[in-house]
């Protein structure tokens, strides 16, 4: 069961925060990530957390996106900064997940995910 929040309308250049919480499967030693996706387009990866701490990042979001995790909430987070237009998609977190056809299959079903508008 997977739960994403903190989405919301912001300017170009501002930050949200956002919060997923995952039940149901054990997370301490999962790869936790977040993905993004605007409707009518493929499932994206937008950074991925390893047990060992080890992040990747998609290349648009490099320096600006930062992915984080407490295992004590089953708790995975991601700090978006300096937002563009270009960021606006609904944003899903997920564990464990591997590339599968046009998606991800992922060991927790998708949740609903959080919609992110940059817009002025």
């Known amino acids: 069961h997977v739960v994403e929040s903190g989405g919301g309308l912001v300017q170009p250049g501002g930050s949200l925060r956002l919060s997923c919480t995952v039940s149901?499967?054990?997370?301490?030693?999962?790869?936790v990530g977040w993905y993004r996706q605007v409707p009518g387009n493929q499932r994206r990866m937008v950074a991925n957390m390893r047990l060992d701490d080890v992040v990747e990042y998609a290349d648009s979001v490099k320096g600006r996106f930062s992915i984080s995790r407490d295992n004590s909430k089953n708790a995975v987070y991601l700090q978006m900064n300096s937002l563009r237009p270009e960021d606006t998609a609904v944003y899903f977190c997920n564990v464990d997940c591997f590339s599968s056809g046009n998606d991800y299959r992922c060991r927790a079903p998708w949740g609903q995910g959080t919609q992110v508008i940059v817009s002025s």
């Open positions: 149901g499967v054990l997370f301490s030693d999962a790869l």
